[in-house]
């Protein structure tokens, strides 16, 4: 096993809340060549954008990023990184961190973590990162996906729902003071084994995943570990929206 690790950055050109959001300018870049800059800043060998589009493929190439043109029909983009690492042949423990194509203000260092988290844990087939939860509305928001974890670092379970549950503070309403330690929220960025990404597509969802709409539950169904180490940095919101494009565009904008 090596610490040697590549980023696969999915990239769709459709999206139903904002069509064509890879190539939206940002600061007079494509938002996927701030993503692929990012990439390039961490200690990754190799740096790939996989996409189902023409257009991208096209912006992506005339940065000079290496891009491989992907099926279409990818029900999600893990399923879009394990054809990436099927057909590059990757051996079962290669390690593939997977950079979601709207985030460009990612900071290179967690690139570096998560997948340093996945190397330290031979046992572990995926890698992911959490921060600390310090408020109750944001506990209690079931966009905020929460895990716990085990003494080893290893995820026990993820959900939507607040966990994990403080029978006597949170029964009797909102607490008067704060959480204090032992709420996570996740944050959705993943290192893998190629290995994983193998077996992953030959699976039928799970029914916890299908209940809570969380990808990782089927792995852990499964029977697989995943690692989840705590970052030390701030992780910057993607966008999703208009309007998260309009902030991004300012706070880069403030930066030139």
Known sequence: MTDEFIVVIPARYASSRLPGKPLADIAGRSMIEHV?????????????????????????????????????????????????AARLQLPADAQVVNVQGDEPLLPPALINLVASRLSADKQASIATLAETIDDFDTMMRSSVVKVVRDVGGRALYFSRAPIPWDRDRF?????TAGLGEGWL????????????????????????????????????????????AITPLDYPAGVDTPEDLERIRILMQDKQ
């Open 36 to 84: 692929w800059m990012r990439a390039t800043e961490s200690n990754a060998s190799r740096v790939i954008i996989a996409t189902d589009s023409e257009q991208i493929e096209r912006v992506a190439c005339g940065f000079g990023a290496e891009v491989m043109l992907t099926k279409s029909d990818h029900p999600n983009g893990t399923a879009r990184l394990a054809e990436v």
């Open 171 to 175: 029964a009797t309403g909102r607490p």
């Open 185 to 228: 929220r996740h944050i959705g960025i993943y290192a893998y084994r190629a290995g994983f990404l193998a077996e992953y597509v030959k699976w039928t969802s799970a029914p916890i995943e299908e209940i809570e709409q969380l990808e990782q539950l089927r792995a852990m169904y499964y029977g697989h570990r995943i690692q989840v």
